[in-house]
């Protein structure tokens, strides 16, 4: 069985920075890629960014272009995702996610793996 765990989710003030961590552990996966996912109370799951594992290729969608960085950490199996100059907007739960085939990356039906979530929380 394959864990992704999150963590560095928060309450941050409109303009501040948060650093979202996803861990991934347990039986060894082959994963051509990982991303990030948010969902806003009332709002479908959105797709945020994605990275390929080997390549390092990132991915983002438009409103976070600029802001959000994606990263990975292969020694530590670790994917993370700096956010600078937050807005309130883009508070939602952010969810980790793992892919195999590493295709189709900005769906959800891209993704076989997912974590649990982390709340993040930005105040106006």
């Known amino acids: 069985q394959v864990q992704l765990v999150e963590s560095g989710g928060g309450l941050v003030q409109a303009g501040g920075s948060l650093r979202l961590s996803c861990a991934a552990s347990g039986r060894t996966f082959s994963r051509s890629a990982m991303g990030w996912f948010r969902q806003a109370p009332g709002k479908e799951r959105e797709f945020v960014s994605a990275i390929s594992w080997s390549s390092g290729n990132t991915y983002y969608t438009d409103s976070v272009k600029g802001r959000f960085t994606i990263s990975r950490d292969s020694a530590k199996n670790t994917v993370y995702l700096q956010m600078n100059f937050l807005k309130p907007e883009d508070t939602a739960v952010y969810y980790c996610?793992?892919?195999?085939?590493?295709?189709?990356?900005?769906?959800?039906?891209?993704?076989?793996?997912w974590g649990q979530g982390t709340q993040v929380t930005v105040s106006s």
């Open positions: 996610a793992a892919s195999r085939r590493g295709i189709g990356l900005s769906d959800s039906t891209g993704y076989e793996y």
